[in-house]
């Protein structure tokens, strides 16, 4: 017989309809689950430790629902004092002074096609003297 060796019952399914159906269906190939907290929790098909095995999926169930829940209202809670939560840094806030710079040029009427084609490698500091009155 192959046997599945799981850390907890709830790292099996943190769903109890996922996890009584994944233990059927493994059950249904010969597969056998053990939980190392409580190894009886899917071998034995005792009533009392079909109780067991679905309380635990629900306990599990419930917990992740509540982690959702609070990583929810904390991102939510930071996107209202800071405007951004989430993804990647813009250019906005990782370089100011680039997207400054930037848009000086644009203004000047300066594209980064213009720059490309008037002579390649502007530096830093060429750069600021260009739009430095």
Not at 34 to 59: I, N
Not at 62 to 68: E, L, N, R
Not at 88 to 114: F, I, N, Y
Request: charged share 30%.
């Amino acid at each position: 017989m192959r046997t599945i060796i799981v850390e907890t019952a709830n790292r099996f399914a943190r769903d109890l309809i996922v996890q009584e159906t994944g233990h059927r269906m493994l059950k249904a190939q010969g597969i056998e689950i053990m939980a190392v907290d409580s190894p009886g929790a899917f071998v034995e098909d005792t009533l009392t430790a079909t109780l067991v095995r679905q309380v635990l999926g629900a306990v599990a169930q419930f917990d992740k629902a509540m982690t959702v829940a609070k990583l929810r209202l904390a991102r939510d809670r930071v996107r209202k004092r800071d405007g951004k939560c989430e993804g990647r840094k813009s250019h906005l806030e990782e370089r100011p002074e680039a997207v400054a710079l930037a848009g000086q040029l644009h203004k000047q009427g300066m594209t980064r096609g213009d720059r490309r084609r008037a002579g390649q490698g502007w530096s830093r500091q060429r750069a600021w003297t260009a739009v430095s009155p």
